[in-house]
């Protein structure tokens, strides 16, 4: 497809499990960003790649949570020992370059909810 | 601490007329401003933006002002369509940084 791709759309997990959400980005696109949503808000930023490299990751909001590009291309964000407020929407994207006027390109997101 | 801001969580207009967004920013080292839309169940999708040496950004029928000593930008839609009721949020960059600030969001139901 031409947009950013992301799975599960869904996902339900049990507090205190793993979990792993990916990300395909625009083919071509050097930088790649990560959200947090949660319900009434607006997103929130979490990390941030350029290639493979992660530049900031101001926004994680704790050491449960990891994200990793190895290659340049696919993301995926892991959630370690899951608690109920990680529930949210995570959403990723991407965009050609780095620098201003380069607007970012959103996946649709995957709904995480934490029982 | 919310550095940008849309105080109003909704709006409603009559189809044809004009839809009259705001958002307000606390951080004055943002210098680059961006409007996203959003549909339900999808993510936010680029509307317009707007560089803090320009105080006006037009692009159909949507337009951008920025009043940079207010701390607060807009977003006009002339003419409303049904198709334009969504959420909308603001968004704001510093330093050419992409890191991008989210405002909360404002949701605009166009009657036909």
């Known amino acids: 497809g031409a947009g950013v791709s992301q799975s599960p759309r869904y996902k339900v997990a049990k507090r205190g499990q793993d979990v792993a959400l990916r990300c395909d980005p625009i083919s071509g696109h050097v930088s790649l960003f990560w959200y947090q949503q949660a319900l009434g808000q607006g997103p929130e930023f979490l990390t941030y790649?350029?290639?493979?490299?992660?530049?900031?990751k101001s926004g994680l909001p704790s050491d449960r949570f990891f994200a990793e590009r190895p290659e340049g291309s696919v993301s995926t964000l892991k959630i370690q020992r899951t608690q109920q407020e990680d529930s949210a929407v995570y959403l990723c994207?991407?965009?050609?370059?780095?620098?201003?006027?380069?607007?970012?390109?959103f996946g649709d997101g995957t709904r995480l909810s934490i029982l | 601490d919310q550095q940008v801001k849309q105080n109003s969580p909704s709006l409603s207009v009559q189809e044809g007329r004009i839809s009259i967004l705001n958002c307000d920013y606390t951080?004055?080292?943002?210098?680059?401003f961006l409007w996203y839309k959003k549909y339900p169940a999808e993510g936010p999708t680029f509307l317009i933006s707007i560089s803090s040496i320009k105080d006006k950004n037009e692009d159909g029928r949507f337009t951008v002002f920025l009043n940079k000593s207010a701390k607060h930008l807009s977003l006009h839609i002339v003419p409303s369509q049904p198709g334009d009721s969504a959420v909308y949020f603001c968004?704001?960059?510093?330093?050419?940084?992409?890191?991008?600030?989210f405002g909360t969001g404002t949701k605009l139901q166009v009657i036909p």
């Open positions: 968004a704001a960059s510093e330093g050419g940084y992409q890191k991008v600030t």
């Open positions: 951080n004055s080292m943002f210098d680059y």
């Open positions: 994207a991407s965009s050609l370059q780095t620098g201003v006027g380069q607007p970012q390109h």
């Open positions: 790649f350029q290639n493979e490299a992660q530049l900031d």
